[in-house]
């Protein structure tokens, strides 16, 4: 009842507006090449407080991811999207850390402790329990919008949570997914029929300026947000 | 806030007015909103027509609302969710606690929403002791405080760093004198365990694509992923005029909403929601909820000249720019949407004879419109509020004949000449002797709170006239 209410009343209030045409919207012309994107999304991102790691080759990556994770606690406990890319990096970079440990979020039946009485709510929060317990969440952004520095994740066969709980967030991408702006981005999307519950665009660390606009970072997101840009070694 | 009272506004407008405190703690925060809006805006290329399609976008929506609403209701629910309708701040409050009640949720945590300070959705919780806790740390603040927020944006803008501190020590045991790092840190502690340990997570909307049935979540803090990733349940609160047509459409107003509301090219977080958990993923809410609030707004709709007050994105600039905000705060206008456009929505939302002073509540200086990012003229809406209240009241045979009389003189240059001349010969003497001002009480009335004018000795016009004769070109 309340719906027909709504709308009869949408309807009434409008019986006479005349419906302007949709604006044109403005494309990216040809996009800019892989460098000049990268040097862009580096800059942009690096304004908002990410730190962007250039590295060339998978091994360079995994060292850069390494790095952080020494560099963050003496014993990292890591959680990595089951995505190839953060799987690999994640592995390897765990492996070269000593102390180290890391838990894939791959499905809700490797949550450890699980019983097979248990219910499914039952798994789901002690997954998201062992999230929020890590000091690093590995992910793999879909994209890179060069323009805001901004990077696209989808939940997919994944948690949410990775890029979310941990204090320190590592996002890992190959270059090829950066695009010029968001609307590529968000049109790329579409085009794959994605039917993800929820895309999540991140540009920097958590942030708030609430109080007296005094800009603090990590309010209930991660504190530190790494992107690891991965491009082809040089022939 | 029970219920909105917007009808004392001049009481705490003139209690506001003379808080040198308050000014101080606005300055600190609009005046800096605005200087780093300015330079987000001078960075962008083509601002202008950036802004031009953003309003564009905004008039077509809001013009075709009765298939977009339809449509998007279609979508996501193909999606996985469900749509539920209120046609009032009640109903929607019932929607919320009705799916709360069934779900056996004992607590809700809360992302920010306007539009669930406009239905006073806590306190709806509150009675059926269900325990609503806000997230945002601004909006945490002032429930701490048990105030209301005070701008749409920046929620305790009217709080400093050591009102907060005192706060956080007398109700969380914290260290007096804490540093923002330190009360931000001690947010984080408390509200983690809220997020874990809530049945359902509610935010607000900033946009929704018809086309796909998305809704678009965007923030800074990450509590509005929390709350709609980790709770069992997501519910979703939406004022009618969110809807845009197409998923392309998103890009032009997130491009404009954060870089007006707080000078980022975006937000640090975008959430866009298209439906509950699908089986392959390992978290996000099982059921997601829109509920579609109409409290007023088709009122809006249906008036032509006001429309265009739905555009709002709600990005507070015109709060940040405004001087009689900047003065008063947003609590003197004792609803949840303050500041200029708050000032041209609570007469229609309320009724304009509960808030009847808010849309005199401007100095028309037009700053609001030269910082709305879809060009509202809200000086042009809040000028035809005080038309229509005037027209609703009957006028005293004085004010006809002072109007009239006005106007015969205002269209004969020779008669306006000799009546500034008679002004400014009158106001000479009233400059000299104040007490004179108090014989006539039209004058005195307006006289609280404002300096006389000085006359220029020689008028604009005669030294117009001088100019042109000394330089015939008009240079």
């Keep these: 009842m309340a719906r027909k209410t709504v709308l009869d009343a949408v309807r009434d209030a409008l019986a006479d507006a005349v419906v302007p045409p949709l604006p044109r919207l403005a494309r990216a012309s040809a996009a800019p090449d892989r460098h000049v994107l990268a040097a862009r999304f580096a800059r942009e991102a690096g304004t908002v407080g990410t730190i962007v790691h250039e590295v060339e080759g998978l091994g360079a990556a995994i060292s850069a991811v390494a790095a952080v994770l020494a560099a963050t606690a003496t014993s990292p406990r890591v959680v990595a999207w089951p995505t190839p890319l953060a799987r690999t990096v994640a592995t390897a970079a765990v492996a070269a850390t000593p102390g180290a440990s890391l838990h894939i979020v791959d499905d809700a039946a490797t949550a450890p402790g699980?019983?097979?009485?248990?219910?499914?709510?039952?798994?789901?929060?002690?997954?998201?329990?062992?999230?929020?317990?890590?000091?690093?969440?590995?992910?793999?952004?879909?994209?890179?919008?060069?323009?805001?520095?901004?990077?696209?994740?989808?939940?997919?066969?994944?948690?949410r949570g990775v890029s979310l709980l941990?204090?320190?967030?590592?996002?890992?991408?190959?270059?090829?997914?950066?695009?010029?702006?968001?609307?590529?981005?968000l049109a790329h999307l579409r085009a794959t029929g994605a039917r993800d519950s929820c895309i999540t665009l991140v540009t920097g660390p958590s942030r708030t300026a609430d109080i007296e606009k005094k800009l603090v970072v990590g309010v209930h997101g991660p504190c530190t947000l790494h992107v690891v840009l991965l491009a082809p070694p040089e022939a | 806030m029970a219920a909105p009272a917007a009808d004392d506004f001049r009481a705490r407008a003139a209690a506001a007015a003379g808080d040198a405190a308050l000014h101080r703690k606005l300055d600190v925060a609009s005046l800096r909103f605005l200087d780093e809006r300015a330079q987000v805006f001078a960075a962008l290329p083509d601002a202008e027509a950036r802004r031009d399609r953003a309003r564009a976008v905004?008039?077509?929506?809001?013009?075709?609302?009765?298939?977009?609403?339809?449509?998007?209701?279609?979508?996501?629910?193909?999606?996985?969710?469900v749509v539920h309708w209120a046609r009032d701040a009640a109903e929607a409050c019932a929607i919320v606690l009705d799916i709360a009640t069934r779900a056996g949720v004992r607590l809700v945590v809360k992302g920010k929403s306007m539009v669930s300070e406009e239905i006073a959705l806590n306190a709806a919780l509150a009675a059926a002791d269900i325990e609503a806790v806000e997230t945002d740390l601004g909006e945490y603040i002032v429930q701490l405080a048990g105030e209301p927020p005070s701008h749409i944006i920046t929620p305790a803008i009217h709080l400093s760093q050591d009102d907060v501190a005192d706060l956080f020590a007398r109700r969380l045991g914290e260290p007096r004198h804490a540093t923002a790092e330190a009360l931000t840190a001690a947010a984080r502690r408390v509200l983690r365990t809220k997020f874990r340990a809530a049945g359902m997570g509610v935010t607000g909307v900033n946009f929704a694509s018809a086309e796909s049935g998305a809704l678009v979540v965007v923030e800074n803090e990450g509590n509005g992923r929390m709350a709609l990733t980790l709770p069992r349940i997501h519910v979703a609160l939406m004022g009618i005029e969110k809807v845009v047509a197409r998923d392309e459409d998103l890009a032009p107003m997130l491009e404009l909403l954060p870089r007006s509301a707080t000078g980022q090219s975006l937000t640090s977080y975008v959430s866009l929601v298209t439906g509950p958990r699908r089986p392959d993923e390992m978290d996000g809410p099982d059921e997601v909820h829109l509920v579609v609030l109409d409290n007023g707004r088709t009122r809006l709709l249906a008036d032509p000249i006001m429309r265009e007050a739905l555009y709002c994105l709600?990005?507070?600039?015109?709060?940040?720019?405004?001087?009689?905000?900047?003065?008063?705060?947003?609590?003197?206008?004792?609803?949840?949407?303050?500041?200029?456009?708050?000032?041209?929505?609570?007469?229609?939302?309320?009724?304009?004879?509960?808030?009847a002073d808010l849309p005199y509540a401007s100095t028309l200086c037009g700053a609001c419109r030269d910082v709305c990012p879809v060009r509202i003229d809200i000086p042009h809406l809040l000028?035809?509020?005080?038309?229509?209240?005037?027209?609703?009241?009957?006028?005293?045979?004085?004010?006809?004949?002072?109007?009239?009389?006005?106007?015969?003189?205002?269209?004969?240059?020779?008669?306006?000449?000799?009546?500034?001349?008679?002004?400014?010969?009158?106001?000479?003497?009233?400059?000299?002797?104040?007490a004179l001002a108090a014989l006539l009480p039209p004058l005195a009335a307006w006289r609280r709170g404002r300096e006389l004018p000085t006359f220029a000795t020689r008028p604009f016009h005669r030294r117009w006239r001088e100019r042109r004769v000394a330089s015939p070109d008009g240079a």
């Design chain 1, 114 to 159: 699980r019983d097979p009485a248990d219910d499914l709510a039952a798994v789901r929060a002690a997954t998201t329990d062992v999230i929020a317990a890590a000091d690093v969440g590995i992910t793999e952004a879909e994209y890179l919008v060069a323009d805001s520095g901004t990077l696209v994740l989808r939940a997919a066969g994944r948690a």
């Design chain 2, 58 to 81: 905004k008039a077509h929506a809001i013009a075709s609302l009765a298939t977009l609403l339809p449509q998007l209701e279609q979508r996501f629910t193909a999606n996985g969710g």
């Design chain 2, 314 to 355: 709600r990005c507070g600039a015109c709060l940040n720019a405004c001087p009689v905000y900047r003065r008063i705060g947003g609590h003197a206008y004792g609803y949840a949407y303050s500041g200029p456009i708050g000032a041209v929505i609570a007469p229609a939302l309320l009724g304009v004879e509960r808030v």
């Design chain 1, 166 to 185: 941990p204090p320190v967030h590592v996002a890992v991408v190959a270059c090829d997914r950066l695009v010029a702006d968001l609307g590529a981005a």
């Design chain 2, 383 to 434: 000028l035809e509020w005080r038309a229509r209240i005037a027209a609703a009241v009957p006028r005293s045979w004085g004010e006809r004949l002072l109007v009239r009389a006005w106007r015969t003189i205002a269209a004969s240059p020779p008669l306006y000449h000799v009546a500034t001349g008679a002004m400014r010969a009158a106001f000479a003497v009233v400059a000299h002797v104040p």
